[in-house]
């Protein structure tokens, strides 16, 4: 029997970062059989679903779970996923798919079922949080914690900046010193599950996590609306950004 393990939540919001928590233990104790996989889904749906697409017999997803109970009580459970049939037509299903970054595991859930490619058993370990509506600093104290450092970054993206769709760019990220205001909207976006690369590095710089040493690999997006498939133009330069990816990381390695 062929498993998934994923972990979901947004590490930014204190307590919902539970599910990538376990994720990131049982990754680090590897401890399972080649048919038993663990997937670190954070936030990023699309990423989830693409992971379902290698089929599976079965799914166990550790999260977050609001059920009025005293705070760290554990549940165990079979979600009910709704019928699509007829959905897909609809004005909310269109609607759910155009967002590529769902901070809900329903939605992940209802779009695996339409697209058939949702396990046959399906099972989710939920934690009582104390609280998430807040940012959270235990989640961004156990990041600066961590034993794991890292000298410099080097982070691919795509991003459009009105540059002939297909352009890759390598630049070093400087900090814009973001104002208090700044730094705080661009939190309360991370929150509400909006993904974007100023914001991380913004955030990350923020409580001291990011290295002084920042590389930027940047393409620009011929299109950016759902889908599974790059455009040709952008799938074109896939060998050539890794080779820069491999070239800057060799830099200061010898």
Known sequence: ??????????????????????????????????????????????????ELMNGYDALIIADA????????TVFVFEPEIPEVKGAAASADF???LADAHYTEPSKVLVLARALDVLPPKIFVVGCQPAGYD?????????????????DKWI?????????EPGTL????????????EEIQA???????????????????????MLPEDVTIIEIEPERDEYGLEFSPVVAAKTSEAIEIVKREAAKDNG
Not at 65 to 72: E, K, L, P
């Open 1 to 50: 029997m062929k498993i998934l393990i994923a972990g979901v939540g947004n590490v930014l919001r204190g307590d919902d970062g539970f599910g990538v928590a376990v994720a990131q233990t049982l990754l680090s104790s590897n401890d399972f059989s080649d048919e038993v996989d663990i997937f670190e889904a954070g936030i990023a749906g699309i990423a989830f679903v693409q």
């Open 65 to 72: 779970v609001d059920r009025g109970a005293t705070a760290g």
């Open 186 to 208: 661009s939190i309360g976006e991370a929150v509400t599950g909006v993904i974007s690369l100023e914001n991380l590095l913004i955030v990350c710089r923020h409580f001291k």
């Open 94 to 96: 269109h609607s759910t």
């Open 155 to 163: 982070l691919v993206s795509a991003a459009k900046r009105g540059r």
């Open 169 to 180: 760019e390598v630049y070093r990220w400087q900090d814009p010193q973001a104002s208090v």
């Open 134 to 150: 807040e940012f959270g600093a235990e989640m961004s104290q156990w990041l600066e914690e961590s034993p794991v450092k890292f």
